[in-house]
């Protein structure tokens, strides 16, 4: 296994760390943790670009990885945070990307993850840190505000995506 999936699997490995130090709220160490497993996001894609590395492994499990770490945070601040619909929505397009993405595996087709999913990922990983800490930092109204902002942006960005990426790929759809 290439040193980019090995960061991949490290990021699924650092999620129940993660979950274990939200959950018992030691809020800095889980923000700490998320935002190097979302590091790792950037650096695995450089990685594997730069070296040649890109592998079907990475296609399919790296947006993958992504996933469990951004879902099982919001999952862990609702309804405090997230409100539940949102967290539907967001889930509800991932459902539909993650299906399609099988349908086309099992035909032999790999789709990657397009710019705007990217971004949406993106977007989620700079609100979940801002979430976990605004609730340590009450007076400083800027950070709270940073973070709902973020988490709409991501909202929005994933029924963008969402739409996207089932207009872009509708022939997943017509596969016997």
Known sequence: MNLPNKLTVGRMIAVPFFIAAYMLQYYVL???????ASATDWL???LARKW?????????????????????????????????????????????????RTVAASEGIVIAAGKSGKLK?????????L????????????????????????LVMTVYSGC???LQNKSVFSMK
């Not at 889980?30 to 190097?36: M, S």
């Not at 592998?55 to 879902?71: E, Q």
């Open 30 to 36: 889980a923000c700490v943790i998320f935002i190097v």
């Open 44 to 46: 695995d894609g450089y």
């Open 52 to 100: 040649k590395m890109v592998s079907n492994f990475g296609k399919i499990m790296d947006p993958l990885a992504d996933k469990i770490l951004v879902y099982s945070a919001f999952c862990l601040m609702v309804p405090s945070q997230v409100p539940g619909w949102m967290l539907i929505i967001i889930l509800a397009r991932e459902f539909v990307v993650s299906g399609m």
């Open 121 to 129: 990922t993106v977007l989620q990983m700079i609100a979940v840190p």
């Open 131 to 154: 979430l976990i800490i605004a609730p340590a930092f009450p007076a400083v109204t800027v950070i709270n505000t940073l973070a709902q902002g973020f988490l709409w942006a991501s």
């Open 164 to 166: 996207e990426y089932v």
